[in-house]
């Protein structure tokens, strides 16, 4: 039997918005139906666009690779055919370390695993770290952290963390958490939440939530903000991108980031010629 019209009309829909930017996650895409006013927030509405994702991926109507499962991948143990094989796979991996030549430190928290895929392609290439919280970190991560930074900054390189979490009562809150465990530890970073703030919930006409009457962060984050909540999720993966983009290329001196990228290529080519001649 045939999907209805209203059925394919939401899938053609959802396909456009994979086509501007992928791959996302199922609850990524549902944010973005209802931004364009398609479905309405509710939890009804969620579960129909996860059962029509799911049926477009086995039907073949919408690709695989356009839609992620951060929490479900597999985890294979690197092996090579041979030492030629090895060389070839991991001369272009080799990557000099940035940070000797900048003025200051950056690393960026990200708050959900499911868009941690979205974040590295972004900071990959300016050698960024991410750390992904999944909500409040333990103290484990908290101390490695704190080591980390207060060895940058006893170098003299200021540390700044990029933040990014949903803008709700936990959001707002897991920022002030980090940044007093951290600074119990002897390492006062700069902790800059690039999104999700309030400002972009009304820019970019975000779907929003209300805050839980049960959440005991609920009464100061009302007081401060307002009833209106929203989830990382939401915001546009572009502009995500060009968000975190911005804050990290302000942080850095790029110009001896594009040195660098020089030396590091010249090395790499250097290092492909002595695996040929060990060949």
Excluded at 174 to 183: I, K
Excluded at 250 to 269: C, I, K, T, Y
Aim: hydrophobic share 35%; proline share 5%.
């Amino acid at each position: 039997m045939g999907k209805h019209a209203a059925t394919m009309q939401l899938l053609e829909i959802a396909q456009e918005v994979l086509r501007e930017a992928y791959p996302q996650t199922v609850r990524q895409v549902f944010y973005q139906l209802v931004s364009r006013q398609v479905l309405e927030n509710s939890e009804k509405a969620y579960k129909r666009v996860s059962h029509l994702l799911s049926e477009g991926r086995q039907d073949g109507e919408v690709a695989w690779e356009r839609i992620e499962d951060r929490n479900r991948r597999p985890r294979p143990v690197a092996m090579w055919d041979d030492p030629a094989d090895f060389a070839q796979q991991v001369t272009p991996q080799y990557r000099r370390d940035v940070w000797q030549l900048q003025p200051a430190y950056l690393e960026c928290w990200l708050e959900k695993d499911a868009l941690s895929g979205i974040v590295e392609d972004v900071i990959r290439p300016y050698g960024v770290t991410l750390c992904v919280g999944k909500g409040y970190d333990g103290w484990s991560s908290i101390h490695w952290a704190a080591e980390r930074y207060t060895r940058r900054e006893a170098r003299g390189q200021p540390v700044t963390v990029l933040y990014l979490g949903d803008f709700d009562p936990s959001g707002e809150d897991m920022v002030r958490s980090l940044r007093e465990r951290l600074s119990a530890l002897g390492a006062c970073p700069t902790i800059r939440k690039v999104a999700l703030t309030r400002e972009q919930l009304e820019t970019y006409r975000l779907p929003p939530n209300r805050t839980k009457s049960t959440d005991s962060r609920r009464a100061a984050f009302v007081a401060q903000h307002g009833d209106e909540t929203a989830e990382l999720d939401a915001l546009p993966v572009a502009v995500l991108r060009t968000l975190l983009r911005t804050e990290i290329e302000a942080g850095m001196d790029l110009n001896a980031l594009d040195e660098l990228r020089r030396q590091e290529h010249d090395e790499r080519e250097d290092l492909a010629a002595l695996f040929a001649r060990g060949a």
